[in-house]
């Protein structure tokens, strides 16, 4: 059940907006629900904090603006300390998931290659997600066929612990793809169905160290 928060943003104003409780609404009238959630109906508001204080519970406003106002009853207390709780935990457990990038040249050898796949591995396997980056140079533009096999082998090497959020993309220059560790929902799982190939050099190109 969500609450309007004690504070909040207003046309680029913070006002105070707190939740009602109890003998703290004053409107002459208010729509019941009950701890189970089950709806009572409309009733004066006296009877319904008479109704809340007989169960030992408070009666809460949770929506404010209809007409008449939607109360429920509850213990706000323990609601309140618990949904802290549950913010405190979820704060702890939370993990901002970083992007990083690795960035090749359709030229890079075979050994930097190797390297960088794993670094890809290592910030997979911190939980990050890694934007594979290459851009053509020069001579390289004439053969940018070979762009696209080097990031598909890379693809390949990382094997099945990336799946493929973003596929790859030509935009100017550069050819990247996003690639996010297996548990992260919403990519494509990359495969390999054959061990991956060394990538071949555009003719007249000499492997780069980069």
Request: proline letters at 6%; charged letters at 30%; one cysteine or more.
């Amino acid at each position: 059940m969500a609450f309007p928060q004690d504070r909040q943003e207003q046309n680029g104003r913070k006002t105070n907006s707190f939740v009602r409780t109890n003998y703290k609404i004053r409107v002459p009238e208010v729509r019941v629900v009950d701890s189970t959630g089950k709806m009572l109906g409309i009733m004066q508001t006296r009877k319904a904090q008479a109704l809340a204080e007989a169960q030992g519970l408070d009666l809460v406003e949770i929506t404010p603006n209809a007409q008449p106002p939607v109360c429920k009853l509850m213990d706000y207390g323990k609601f309140r300390y618990e949904e802290s709780l549950k913010q405190k935990q979820a704060r702890k457990n939370a993990k901002a998931t970083q992007v990083k990038e690795i960035k090749f040249h359709a030229a890079t050898d075979v050994g930097d290659v190797t390297r960088k796949v794993k670094e890809i591995l290592g910030f997979i396997d911190q939980g990050n997600k890694v934007r594979v980056s290459l851009m053509f140079r020069g001579r390289e533009n004439a053969h940018r066929e070979l762009g696209q096999e080097m990031i598909d082998n890379v693809i390949a090497l990382c094997g099945e612990k990336v799946q493929v959020e973003q596929v790859p993309k030509l935009m100017g220059r550069t050819l990247s793809c996003m690639l996010a560790p297996k548990s992260v929902k919403g990519g494509k799982k990359a495969t390999a169905s054959e061990p991956p190939a060394v990538p071949r050099q555009a003719p007249g190109l000499s492997p780069t160290r980069s």
